[in-house]
């Protein structure tokens, strides 16, 4: 603890005028001029040398009757909760360390009766916490404090005055610290120069190629030190973090060579004199699967470099929802979706959906279910970090345009176009239903919509004399009309279900079976362009 000085009174106009001054810059400015048993010596502002206060020094210095030059006060140690807390009259800081951390003293009186007006401040110096008990709790410990117990954490302290008509210190304020629980609040790595992040997927790769990690730390608490360790062991680890304890570029390490494998990056910081030790950081390691488009309309499947040059994404899973920039997409080229052979599964019948707009010359109406062929059973691709394994490749149906097209993947098959329509058609043969249908779909005028389900209202339907009215569907939605309504009148449209066309494709190449729903009479049209289905 920093020297201090205590005033007795004014300093006596007899003593000389220039020990005057430098004893009352000792009395308004102790820890500027006295520091561990030192006067120090300024010039312009600069300290620029110190006197030794031997004891001889600072007895002749206390030899003036209105002056008290103090060294450091040794902490009080209570040995045991009843040992009493000594106060000293003209000291008025009491320095304590408590060597019985969470006790609670006991002794009566907890602090020897005073001088009327007699000021004493019990500081915590030490780590340990101690709680008072008011008179109220405890007879005889001759204090009255502010609540029933007073808690003294480490840096906390109790301000008293002692008064002799209560007999008692009585508190006239209490300070505690903010209390800081030392803690790791960050903990982030970024591989290669790569994204940082608390966890990470990493590529599989061969036994013989390495990562790089890069580390970054902040904390609650002042750190005084630090390391990062890693399992597997490795023997450039654990690796010192310098000071402020808060970035490491550390040393590489070999990525690892199996599906599921896991690096994990352990932190050792020494917080406030605590040592902390979490959070990790795990990196698991899997392969990439990858979608994109290839110009190559020849290929019956993608060699190593072209799989290369799609966009990987590291996932154990074959199933998701993939975006594709449509500034990546020409003309002539195809959708390609790649992915590890391992997984044991191929993609269901009617699990590739695409939101875009292919060759077709369809616009773009939602996900609709498309037709993708399996190129490739058991490819053998070797990745970017010299992983090896088998992938299967799946080829869009058609090529597409400069659209941003979304690819979904999934286990189960994608809804469809359900199509309603107004034909010219005289009749109700296949071929014409066919034409009718992909007229249909590649109108502007909002005829064909995409749904799970037959029903629901239909609008902006365009409708002309002489013409029947259709509705097609799937026929996986398994569902028969009950009527098809005017919105506008109420009315039901008459019709009955003709001979299902078996092989319809769609805009995106997706063949499948379409029941087909047509009006019993011709020019039988709804009063609007509007009709709901039930």
Request: proline content about 5%; overall charge negative.
């Amino acid at each position: 603890m920093a020297d201090s000085l205590t005033k007795i009174g004014q300093v006596p106009p007899t003593v000389d005028h220039r020990l005057r001054l430098l004893l009352n810059a000792l009395i308004n400015e102790p820890d500027r001029w006295l520091t561990g048993g030192y006067l120090h010596v300024e010039q312009s502002g600069t300290r620029v040398g110190k006197v030794d206060l031997s004891t001889a020094a600072v007895a002749a210095l206390n030899s003036y009757t209105s002056i008290t030059l103090q060294t450091d006060v040794a902490a009080t140690n209570p040995l045991a909760s009843g040992n009493p807390i000594a106060v000293t009259d003209n000291s008025p800081i009491t320095p304590v360390d408590f060597t019985l951390g969470g006790a609670t003293l006991t002794s009566a009186p907890t602090i020897a009766a005073g001088r009327d007006g007699q000021l004493a401040i019990i500081f915590n110096a030490g780590n340990n916490s101690v709680t008072l008990q008011d008179e109220g709790v405890l007879s005889g410990s001759k204090l009255r404090l502010g609540e029933t117990t007073r808690t003294l954490t480490s840096g906390a302290s109790l301000t008293l005055v002692y008064s002799s008509t209560l007999a008692a210190w009585v508190e006239h304020g209490f300070n505690t610290l903010v209390t800081v629980t030392p803690a790791i609040d960050s903990f982030t790595v970024s591989l290669d120069g790569g994204t940082a992040a608390s966890s990470h997927n990493a590529e599989v790769g061969s036994g013989s190629t390495t990562q790089t990690p890069t580390f970054a730390l902040s904390y609650t608490g002042v750190p005084s030190a630090a390391s990062i360790s890693v399992t597997p062991s490795s023997s450039s680890y654990p690796a010192t973090v310098s000071s402020p304890f808060t970035s490491l570029t550390a040393p590489s390490y070999t990525r690892r060579t199996s599906v599921d494998d896991t690096v994990t990056f352990a932190p050792t910081v020494t917080i406030n004199g605590v040592s902390v030790t979490t959070p990790t950081i795990v990196v698991t390691y899997m392969y990439s699967r990858y979608v994109g488009a290839v110009d190559d309309d020849t290929t019956d499947s993608l060699n190593n470099t072209q799989m290369l040059a799609l966009t990987p994404e590291l996932s154990k899973s074959e199933y998701g929802t993939f975006e594709i920039d449509g500034s990546e997409v020409t003309l002539t080229e195809y959708i390609w979706y790649c992915y590890p052979s391992e997984t044991g599964n191929e993609i269901p019948d009617g699990g590739f959906a695409i939101t875009g707009k292919s060759t077709s010359g369809l616009k773009p109406r939602g996900s609709l279910v498309a037709g993708f062929t399996e190129k490739e059973s058991d490819f053998s691709h070797t990745n970017a970090a010299g992983g090896e394994k088998n992938y299967r490749q799946y080829r869009s149906g058609f090529r597409h345009i400069s659209d941003d097209v979304v690819l979904t993947v999934s286990s189960t098959k994608q809804p469809n176009y359900i199509v309603m329509f107004a034909s010219g058609s005289a009749g109700g043969s296949a071929a014409n239903i066919q034409s009718a249908i992909t007229a249909s779909e590649n109108a502007e005028d909002g005829h064909a919509v995409i749904s799970d389900t037959p029903v629901r209202t239909y609008t902006g339907l365009i409708t002309s004399e002489l013409q029947w009215l259709y509705l097609c569907h799937p026929a996986r939605a398994g569902y028969d009309i009950t009527a098809v309504i005017d919105t506008v009148t109420g009315l039901a449209i008459d019709g009955l279900y003709l001979s299902n066309v078996t092989d319809y494709s769609n805009g995106e190449n997706y063949t499948e079976e379409y029941r087909v729903w047509r009006s019993l009479n011709n020019g039988i049209l709804p009063t609007s362009t509007d009709v709901k289905v039930i």
